[in-house]
């Protein structure tokens, strides 16, 4: 069977590029969910000039208007760049 492979690693972050190593043909274009979208697999893919559709983990949730408007989310934090501090929305 192609492109089944057991690795014993805890997390599908983990075992993404050492299961696309293990293909000998060249990669043009890499599907997969959103447990394998680390940043260190998306910087890598572009580094190899894979294309890619992967998810990273938040992105479902920054699309919602509540995360988008939260205090918790640090787009909505003032960032002082003499400081190279973050300020809380309310203070």
Do not use: C
């Not at 690795?7 to 969910?33: N, Q, S, W, Y």
């Not at 890598?44 to 990273?56: F, G, M, P, S």
């Not at 995360?67 to 809380?88: C, G, V």
């Amino acid at each position: 069977m192609k492109g089944v492979t057991v690795f014993p690693k805890p997390t599908d972050t983990k075992i993404l590029l050492p299961f696309l190593e293990t293909d000998p043909h060249e990669l043009k274009t890499v599907v997969a969910d959103a447990g394998y979208g680390s940043e260190e697999n998306l910087l890598r893919l572009d580094e190899k000039r894979v294309n890619h559709l992967i998810k990273y983990a938040m992105f479902d949730k920054e699309q919602k208007r509540g995360y988008k408007q939260s205090a918790r989310n640090l787009a909505n934090w003032h960032y002082d760049s003499k400081e190279d501090s973050y300020t809380h929305p309310d203070g």
